[in-house]
């Protein structure tokens, strides 16, 4: 028995409250060494004055590169719950894993109760659920600046012509917020109903991350009252409207850090950033700037968040377009290099305003410590989507794309991971349909499998018509809309996956999640007690058969059950 595989963390994400009285457990076995797990557990107050211990078996679930995992959903009645497990190897040998490790599986063994481990009490509260209706959601991502001009007297100076390339880092189009209320029925029958839009404060640039002012709209994207129709339109349609927040840094115009370039170490502002030197600037012997930034931007000073006053800030900001504009859920841009203190003291401030706020940050790595605890949602989910991409580009193979992703599936609690946020392509990175050598077959494909994977899927503003582009800034191109989006060849096969995944959601929340690989025919099954779902994937370069479904959702390349190479479907059976 492989005594080094074999893992379980009570309160971690092996454990999920799930409901009053409903815990889920999750331990982690070397891959292919064990064959049984079991779990014996009680109350400890009545198994101490003489109720017998109960014993449940595990599910076998999802394996990654190195480990398998198991899985049970125990009903608590009381909501006290000692637990340990019983885990049997290929040979037969038995053994027990509890709180202080290994023990002979024998009857004085499991009478001692140091061997347990303990939830001394389920408290839902404790859980921090997230917002149901994220589970709903497919959210569309918007940089205002590009999506479309609906109001040319308020048009930067120096703005392009809409569409004329090559786009650069400094251009601007016009785009604002008229122009996202007018295209609103457009998206509302593309099936959207998250609209998720990067900042749109006072700031000089044409992305805003490096703000001037959280509390005004920048004057070429519009006004409040434009932001405040946008929002109630939004609504009246569906759609929950969230903000992009830049809580690690200011942008240099602000008139905290000018406080700071023009009194010093004298600015009352002078300890809301991380400033190593006076006057603040460049070094002229080395070059280095004597001010922290986030990366190497000099017009981006990084906050200090650890700092009360910043947070108080920064909790007026939030609160204050929930408050007045009535705003659904909040982004939290470099989320990974702000404090857990200040975001566990936010959002606890925004959860007090609006308790089904859907809260978000940005990290493009795993990171657990920043999800539940009083924080975050969710996180802007890179891990699970981009191997998507590297998938159908035939860098991964689909052994090793099965094995990481479900490596990514057991990072979080299985609440927060229905709602992560789950994007092929955003503002920050290359378009999908670039990164896979503009063949919309594969973006299908891609995207059908993003649609059944848990969590909350995004398309990025322009995904309906295959726009294309390569790394910042050329992924940032003006929509185009001509011809009309339902007038492309790309426009009906998203709407029929979003109207597909918005239907199923619920099953999707809840369902069973397994692969198969035959050959190189990656599948992936949804299955709960009314239905099989399946999507099928031929990596390989000769067709394969498929098994009878009842309905065909999706395809490309199917006929007569014979799965062509590179084609998909997405089938019921």
């Known amino acids: 028995m492989q005594l080094a595989g074999i893992l ?32 014996k557990y009680a109350d400890m107050y009545l198994w101490q004055t003489g109720a017998p211990m109960q014993t449940a078996v595990l599910e076998k679930g999802l394996a990654t590169q190195a480990n398998q995992y198991w899985t049970l959903t125990l009903n608590v009645p009381t909501n006290r719950l000692i637990y340990g497990f019983r885990l049997t190897d290929q040979a037969g040998q038995t053994i027990g894993y509890g709180d202080d490790g290994f023990f002979d599986d024998c009857a004085p063994a499991w009478a001692t109760t140091s061997h347990y481990f303990h939830l001394p009490y389920l408290h839902v509260s404790d859980a921090e659920l997230p917002p149901a209706w994220v589970k709903e959601t497919v959210w569309y991502q918007i940089f205002p600046e590009r999506f479309a001009n609906g109001d040319t007297t308020n048009d930067p100076a120096q703005v392009q012509a809409w569409g004329r390339g ?57 006004t409040k009252k434009d932001f405040q129709e946008l929002v109630d339109a939004a609504h009246e349609r569906g759609m929950h409207v969230m903000l992009d927040a830049v809580f690690n840094h200011f942008g240099t115009a602000s008139p905290q850090w000018q406080d700071v370039v023009k009194n010093g170490a004298q600015s009352r502002f002078a300890d809301w950033f991380h400033i190593h030197g006076y006057p603040v600037g460049q070094d002229p012997e080395t070059g280095q700037l004597n001010y922290e930034t986030f990366g190497t931007a000099a017009t981006m000073p990084k906050l200090n968040t650890q700092n009360p006053a910043v947070r108080d800030y920064l909790i007026q900001i939030t609160s204050y377009w929930i408050q007045q504009l009535n705003i659904d859920a909040w982004r939290f841009d470099v989320a990974d290099e702000v404090d857990h203190g200040t975001w566990r003291v936010i959002c606890g401030a925004l959860r007090a305003v609006k308790p089904d706020i859907y809260l978000l940050g940005e990290s493009w790595h795993d990171s657990p410590s920043l999800v539940g605890n009083g924080q975050f949602d969710a996180l802007m989910n890179y891990p699970l989507t981009q191997p998507i991409l590297s998938l159908f580009n035939h860098e991964l193979t689909p052994k090793a794309y099965i094995g990481k992703t479900n490596l990514q599936l057991m990072q979080y609690r299985q609440p927060n991971q229905q709602v992560m946020f789950n994007a092929l392509d955003t503002h920050d990175t290359a378009r999908m349909l670039t990164v896979l050598h503009d063949d919309p077959v594969k973006m299908q494909a891609a995207l059908t499998l993003l649609m059944m994977l848990p969590g909350a899927p995004c398309l990025y503003y322009g995904t309906e018509v295959g726009l294309a582009g390569g790394p910042d800034p050329d992924n940032r191109r003006c929509m185009p809309w001509q011809p009309a989006p339902k007038q492309t060849a790309m426009y009906p096969v998203v709407q029929r996956l979003i109207a597909w995944r918005k239907a199923n959601a619920a099953f999707l929340a809840t369902s069973q999640l397994s692969w198969q690989l035959t050959g190189e025919l990656l599948q992936l099954q949804r299955q709960d007690a009314t239905q ?16 009878p479904a009842t309905t065909t959702v999706l395809s490309h390349g199917l006929a007569d059950d014979q799965l062509a190479a590179g084609g998909f479907s997405l089938q019921v059976r």
């Open 532 to 547: 099989t779902v399946v999507g099928q994937f031929n990596l390989g370069t000769t067709s394969q058969a498929l098994a």
């Open 166 to 222: 090559p786009v650069k880092t400094d251009s601007f189009y016009g785009g604002d917020l008229r122009g996202i209320i007018d295209h609103l029925d457009d998206l509302a029958d593309l099936g959207i109903n998250g609209l998720y839009l990067c900042p749109i404060f006072t700031s000089p640039s044409n992305h805003k991350y490096d703000t001037l002012d959280h509390f005004e709209i920048d004057p070429h994207f519009g």
């Open 8 to 39: 379980h963390r009570p309160e971690s994400e092996d454990t999920a409250v799930l409901a009053d009285h409903q815990v889920l457990l999750r331990i982690q076995t070397a891959l292919t060494d064990i064959v049984k797990v079991e779990i």
